[in-house]
Nanobody, 120 residues
Framework: QVQLAESGGGLVQPGGSLRLSCAASGSIFSINSMGWYRQAPGEQRELVARITSGGSTNYVDSVKGRFTISRDNAKNTVYLQMNSLKPEDTAVYYC??????????????WGRGTQVTVSS
């Protein structure tokens, strides 16, 4: 029904930047919130940043001032610009979307994840 395709992960040195993208496709009427979560080895998955359909955003404290979430509603795509990356940002990053289907049902979808590794 709905697929989320993530891209943009990789290996970067501390202080570097990466931009993640997540494009939603399928039987979509509209998308409410979209967000990025991350999970490091041995840790629980945590919310990194979230953006509503109206553009309101919230961030986990550890990334405020360094990460910026944005979305292109016409493309059903959400982005995460990550600057000043630190080793502790290393994790698998997952995209999440709350989607209203063409049937008007509200569903939650996750991407498969993209690895971000910050290391010298």
């Amino acid at each position: 029904q709905v697929q989320l395709a993530e891209s943009g992960g990789g290996l970067v040195q501390p202080g570097g930047s990466l931009r993640l993208s997540c494009a939603a496709s399928g039987s979509i009427f509209s998308i409410n919130s979209m967000g990025w979560y991350r999970q490091a080895p041995g840790e629980q998955r945590e919310l990194v940043a979230r953006i509503t359909s109206g553009g309101s955003t919230n961030y986990v404290d550890s990334v405020k001032g360094r990460f910026t979430i944005s979305r292109d509603n016409a493309k059903n795509t959400v982005y995460l610009q990550m600057n000043s990356l630190k080793p502790e940002d290393t994790a698998v990053y997952y995209c999440k979307a709350v989607v209203i289907l063409s049937t008007r049902a509200t569903t939650v979808h996750w991407g498969r994840g993209t690895q971000v590794t910050v290391s010298s």
